[in-house]
């Protein structure tokens, strides 16, 4: 690998892509016209439609290679498994389905000539939906105050990383990873580039409202221990709120007549200890499932079928 690789891998996750692969091959070959050799890898994750099929047609031409998944494991995981793949002294991570434009690489690979071992991406959110961008800029801010990594809103996975920078996210073996976040930790040097996100052409999204929640928190998770802490918090607050209530109680029981009235506040103080308690066991949770999914080092992606097996007869 490495010297006698091309200058650019562009690494496309595929789920049920099926209509949008040879288009997207077509308009990669032509952004990429002068900008150097290059290598196109589809990792298809485990699709249900034709999408596998179209990519074998595809790898007809020797600038495409690809990996097929036995199942869907998920954005990551294909990301991880493409970057595995590539061996180009830079590589693009984008969309399959051109809501990453592929008239931005040249821009990119600008970028990286210029020096930034990673060239990101930030969408500007004119035309997404108010849900969506309130959401994404929410979800950023919350990572920014309590994670160890800076991602700025309108970020996605669709970014160039350098051929070191790739060797190192390589190198790291977490099972969980949120590529975006991961990268940025890294520290190397960064340059950002807008652009606006463009039209899903064929199929539709893979990423259900839970799918979100679920990279939602594995980026939290990924990046931050804060919400484990937030236990102490929490009892901190109560004990000062029962010391109150103790106080408040004495006080009553010396100088109000009849006090047989703690009904209601003791069934509000339980109940309200119980939801606090539900949800600390609900994050600490949250984080012993990580622990075991980690300890188990399961493999993050089962690999079927790639290009070189289609290819020796
Ligand atoms: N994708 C994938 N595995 C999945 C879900 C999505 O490889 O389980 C790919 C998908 O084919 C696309 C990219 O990841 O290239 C982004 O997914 P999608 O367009 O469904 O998400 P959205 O753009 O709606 O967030
Ligand atoms: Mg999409």
Known sequence: MGAAGPDISIVLPAHNEAGNIAPIAAAIAQAMALAGSYEIIFVDDGSSDGTLAAIRGAARDPAIRYLSFTRNFGHQAALRAGLRHAKGRAVIVMDADFEHPP?????????????????????????????????????????????DVRIEPGSADYMLLDRAVVDVVNGIEDQDIFLRGLVRWLGFPLVTIPYTRGQRQSGESSFSAARMVELALTGIAAHSVRPLRFAIWLALGFALLSLLFIVYAIVSFLFVQHTVAGWSSLVAVIAILGAAQLLVLGIIGEYVGRILRETRRRPSYIVQETEAERRTP
Do not use: H
Request: glycine share 8%; no cysteine.
């Open 103 to 147: 008239e931005l690489i040249p821009k990119l690979i600008a970028g990286w000539k210029e020096g930034a071992k990673i060239v990101a991406t930030r969408r500007d959110d004119d035309g997404v939906a108010a849900a969506k961008r309130v959401s994404s800029q929410l979800y950023y801010r919350v990572l920014d105050a309590i994670g």
